[in-house]
């Protein structure tokens, strides 16, 4: 097999972000080819030289699991670190709604007894979230010689995502609908802020997501 043959081949079996997966096959491909001079100076043809560093470069199927694991942990980490960020951020922006609203102090004596549990349960379960994200994102980076499995833990940001949005778009949706306070106007810059943050990062939280889960499939 010639070099770009086996570079089209390497492209073909891998699975991962554009980015870091076009690095990997560059750099194969860098190797192949110095090896391939190398052993045209010696003397060989170029055909010669180009299947020969081929050959000792290994098969697809011996080389692609570790080129995988590598884009596998790339991908966990772009989830985590979005998590880490993005969690927080939400949380942040929605305390500076509730530090205006409801406006007179009085309004929050007449909410429902369930409200202040519900509200500390949605903070908590972003902020694990969060967290969770933040530690991920510490062990596929500087923890990755212990991580055996980078994949399960790319898999688990996956669904933490889509265990998440759901349960905190129904707690949300409860605490806005049934807790009688009085809503801000919609042209409150926090407002603002804070569903521009919601939906914008949930969107990416989503297709990140779900890529992490189709990328590490079983086989």
């Known amino acids: 097999m010639r070099i770009d043959d086996y570079v089209s081949e390497l492209h073909s079996a891998l699975r991962g972000p554009h ?7 560059v750099e194969a491909r860098d190797s192949l080819i110095d090896t391939a001079d190398a052993l ?24 692609a699991p570790g080129y995988q ?11 985590a670190l979005l998590l880490f960020v993005s969690v927080p951020a939400t949380v942040f922006a929605w305390s500076l709604v509730w530090e205006f609203y409801p406006a007179e102090l009085g309004t929050w004596a007449t909410l429902p007894d369930w409200y202040g549990t519900v509200s500390r349960l949605l903070d ?12 991920a994102l510490l062990a596929l980076s500087r923890g990755s010689y212990w991580i055996t499995h980078p994949r399960l833990v790319t898999r688990s940001l996956g669904v933490a995502v ?7 778009t129904a707690l949300g949706l409860l605490l806005a609908h049934d807790s009688h306070a009085p809503a801000a106007p919609a042209d409150f810059p926090p407002l603002l802020l ?3 943050l919601t939906y914008g990062f949930a969107g990416v939280q ?3 997501a779900t890529r992490c889960i189709r990328l590490t499939r079983t086989a």
């Open 19 to 25: 980015g870091p997966k076009h690095d990997l096959v």
């Open 40 to 63: 045209e100076s010696d003397g060989l043809t170029r055909a010669e030289a180009e299947r020969l560093a081929v050959e000792e470069f290994g098969r697809i199927r011996e080389i």
């Open 69 to 79: 694991a590598e884009l596998t942990a790339t991908a966990g980490r772009r989830m």
């Open 124 to 135: 908590i379960v972003q902020l694990t979230v969060g967290l969770y994200g933040g530690l």
């Open 162 to 168: 889509w265990v998440m949005l759901p349960l905190t």
């Open 194 to 196: 804070a569903n521009l």
């Open 206 to 208: 989503l297709y990140c």
